[in-house]
């Protein structure tokens, strides 16, 4: 069974703070990987994607990939009670010659004032 | 622009009802999916179209058909729907489906069957 796996929280942190949000997955043939965000009674919104080792920056948000431990994470800085959703993590998966997303359970960060 | 646009946003049906969920999209992309998720759960994968051909279903019951008539264009024709099949359905594109697979989701539709 190939999984994505992330704590489901909720994750708190004070505005102003560093969130740090954490993804193991299973499949070591992925190779590309997505952090959506999901607001309540909301869809889905693609905020970050890596394809590499190592980091990617987009503004207050990094995105970490590390292929040998299978582990990607996002680090938001600065957090804002705006950013206080549902943080999905979704990695490809090959199949019928096709690559589709898996997801995790998602991630609730609540950023208090 | 990543817009992809769902309509209706929101749709009550009853159990013997045929109704139509619609996607379209202007980004050029070539794969649209269908998903759902229900309350608390992350997206599940229902079908995939790639060059408006369907190239992948997930053992999806028959009461769900899907098509696409162009490239713009996914429809998900419902009939004979169930309580348990309430849930927000979400349409995605992406520009193929094998290399860049970065999906972009509509805003959904809450379906709800009484």
């Known amino acids: 069974q190939k999984e994505v796996e992330q704590n489901s929280g909720p994750l708190s942190v004070p505005e102003g703070a560093i969130a740090s949000l954490n993804c193991t997955y299973s499949?070591?043939?992925?190779?590309?990987f997505f952090w959506y965000r999901q607001y309540s009674g909301k869809s889905p919104e693609l905020i970050m994607f890596?394809?590499?080792?190592g980091d990617k920056e987009d503004g207050r948000f990094t995105a970490q990939l590390n292929k040998a431990s299978q582990y990607v994470s996002l680090l938001i800085r600065d957090s804002q009670p705006s950013d206080s959703a549902t943080y999905l993590c979704a990695v490809n998966r090959a199949q019928s010659g096709y690559s589709t997303l898996t997801f995790g359970k998602g991630t609730m960060l609540l950023v208090s004032p | 622009d990543t817009e992809v646009t769902q309509t209706p946003k929101h749709l009550v049906m009853g159990m013997t009802n045929k109704k139509s969920l619609k996607c379209e999209q202007h980004?050029?992309?070539?794969?649209m999916y269908w998903y759902k998720q229900k309350a608390k759960k992350p997206p599940e994968l229902m079908f995939v179209y790639s060059y408006e051909k369907l190239s992948i279903n997930e053992s999806v019951p028959s009461r769900f058909s899907p098509e696409c008539p162009n490239s713009s264009l996914l429809n998900l024709h419902l009939h004979a729907l169930q309580p348990e099949d309430s849930a927000l359905y979400l349409c995605?594109?992406?520009?193929?489906?094998?290399?860049?697979?970065?999906?972009?989701f509509g805003q959904g539709t809450r379906l709800t069957v009484v």
């Open positions: 499949d070591r043939g992925s190779q590309s």
């Open positions: 995605a594109s992406s520009q193929d489906s094998r290399f860049r697979t970065e999906a972009f």
């Open positions: 980004m050029g992309h070539r794969a």
């Open positions: 890596i394809y590499s080792n």
